[in-house]
């Protein structure tokens, strides 16, 4: 399995608080196909609100959301 964590920012200041975010993605193995799979439904929400807004948030969602269509088959 490999992960990759991203961060929403490149620095970190050294005193103070501050949040961060980051985005975590891991990749699998390929499992091998099983005959007869049931097709499944899957719907992504996305929070367009106002917590949403500045920090890169919104993006980081998409870029997530993005990744996680290109792996369906």
Avoid: Q, W
């Amino acid at each position: 399995m490999t992960f990759n964590v991203r961060s929403d920012r490149t620095l970190i200041l050294a005193g103070g608080c501050s949040r961060r975010y980051a985005l975590i993605s891991f990749t699998a193995p390929l499992a091998p196909p099983k005959a007869g799979r049931m097709p499944i439904n899957v719907s992504f929400v996305l929070d367009r609100s106002g917590s949403m807004e500045g920090e890169r948030k919104i993006e980081l969602v998409r870029e997530a959301v993005d990744k996680a269509i290109g792996m369906f088959r």
